[in-house]
């Protein structure tokens, strides 16, 4: 059986500069998927779940930014950080 999970995220981070200041909508998640699981992410309104799924998948827009942490893909082509990746390449995942 493998034990290695399919998705891994690692103390991602991620916030908003505006003109009032620094916003911290994700500040260091971490948690894994295993192949076949389903994970639900829980909290109250403006916790930061959506900012959580768009930062895995690479959708902040601006004026947010991804701070820092890993988004770890685990599949037939090896581990591939997601956030690290060049976004042509984002397409063939």
Same mark, same amino acid.
């Given at each position: 059986?493998?034990? @290695? #999970?399919?998705?891994? &995220? $690692?103390?991602?981070? @991620?916030?908003? $500069? !505006?003109?009032?200041? %620094? ?9 894994? %998927?295993?192949? *076949?699981? &389903?994970?639900?992410? &829980? /909290?109250?309104? /403006?916790? *930061?779940?959506? %900012? @959580?799924?768009?930062? =895995?998948?690479?959708? =902040?827009?601006? #004026?947010?930014? =991804? ?9 037939? $082509?090896?581990?591939?950080? =997601? !956030?690290?990746? #060049?976004? $042509?390449?984002? *397409?063939?995942?």
């Amino acid at each position: 059986m493998n034990t @290695t #999970p399919l998705l891994q &995220v $690692k103390n991602l981070t @991620t916030e908003f $500069k !505006l003109n009032l200041g %620094v916003v911290h909508a994700v500040n260091d998640v971490s948690f894994s %998927v295993e192949e *076949g699981k &389903v994970l639900g992410l &829980v /909290g109250e309104s /403006g916790c *930061g779940k959506s %900012v @959580t799924a768009l930062s =895995i998948m690479r959708l =902040i827009r601006s #004026p947010g930014r =991804i701070v820092s942490g890993e988004v770890i893909l685990h599949d037939d $082509k090896g581990d591939q950080d =997601i !956030l690290a990746l #060049p976004a $042509k390449e984002l *397409g063939h995942i």
